[in-house]
């Protein structure tokens, strides 16, 4: 019976998919990272604004493998 238990456990997924939202005009998209590793901020180009802008997280969107 206790090897059952052991076996029907779910694991935590290592990775999750989160919402990134750009600081200038609000543009968003999603992007994965590491489950226990710290919140992304990230330069990448915004297509609103047509130049390259600040990102950051703003929330967890789900987990996956």
């Not at 999603?30 to 901020?41: F, H, I, P, V, Y």
């Amino acid at each position: 019976m206790f090897l059952t238990n052991v076996l029907l456990k779910k694991t935590k997924s290592k990775f999750i998919m989160v919402l990134m939202e750009s600081m200038v005009s609000g543009h968003q998209f999603t992007a994965r990272r590491e489950r226990l590793g710290d919140k992304l901020e990230l330069l990448r180009f915004d297509p609103y604004i047509q130049h390259e802008s600040l990102y950051k997280e703003r929330k967890k969107i789900r987990s996956f493998k």
